[in-house]
């Protein structure tokens, strides 16, 4: 099971270039800054850039071939975009995110100024970590990532938000299945018609 996992990773990176491209809906534009530079977000932060993997902090990418790297020092750096979220829908953030555990540093995220998360000087993380928040829109969402690392870099890649307010589409597999269950209940109930009648 861990190799198939493995082997569909593989090929999402391969036709997409990274995972946050495969996911159906993402509104974050650049979102595994696989154009290899901030294309698309907005920066105010010095030490912090785009790498390709065995970068910046000794990083890889999470998927694709870049990330971002997070070293602003003593003072927040931010990177941020605005997404065009509809008021009163729910969205679902999901980022890849990597410390080596050199301190001082912090990483806070923010949703239209609200503080879904804040840790600051963060352990080894051992390789990337998934997060997830839920938020609701009140119109335009801007996401901002707050960070610094004063002697060496954090790591983000694979950012996406989705809108989970929308009613999921059924995959063709799902349309197949129903339709198969259909056939088999009408040629069943057909079946006990005729049954029926016989007696």
Avoid: H
Avoid at 9 to 35: H, K, P, W
Avoid at 118 to 141: C, E, H, Q, R, W
Avoid at 150 to 168: C, E, I, K, R
């Amino acid at each position: 099971m861990v190799k198939l996992l493995t082997l569909a990773v593989v090929f999402v990176s391969a036709l997409y270039g990274d995972i946050c491209g495969s996911v159906s809906g993402n509104l974050v534009a650049n979102c595994g800054f696989e154009t290899g530079t901030f294309a698309d977000w907005t920066v105010n932060a010095g030490a912090t850039g785009v790498s390709g993997s065995g970068g910046q902090g000794g990083y890889s990418a999470n998927s694709g071939s870049y990330y971002a790297y997070l070293g602003n020092v003593v003072i927040l750096g931010t990177i941020s975009q605005t997404l065009a979220t509809t008021s009163g829908d729910e969205y679902e953030l999901d980022y890849y995110f990597a410390s080596n555990g050199t301190t001082p540093n912090q990483f806070e995220v923010e949703v239209n100024g609200t503080v879904l998360f804040n840790m600051v000087d963060i352990p080894s993380t051992s390789g990337y970590l998934l997060y997830t928040f839920d938020f609701t829109a009140s119109g335009a969402t801007t996401l901002t990532f707050l960070e610094r690392d004063d002697p060496n870099f954090l790591a983000l890649d694979d950012v996406s938000v989705t809108n989970t307010s929308v009613t999921a589409t059924p995959e063709p597999t799902s349309i197949v299945l129903m339709l198969t269950l259909l056939v088999i209940t009408g040629m069943m109930f057909r079946r006990n018609r005729v049954r029926n009648a016989r007696t």
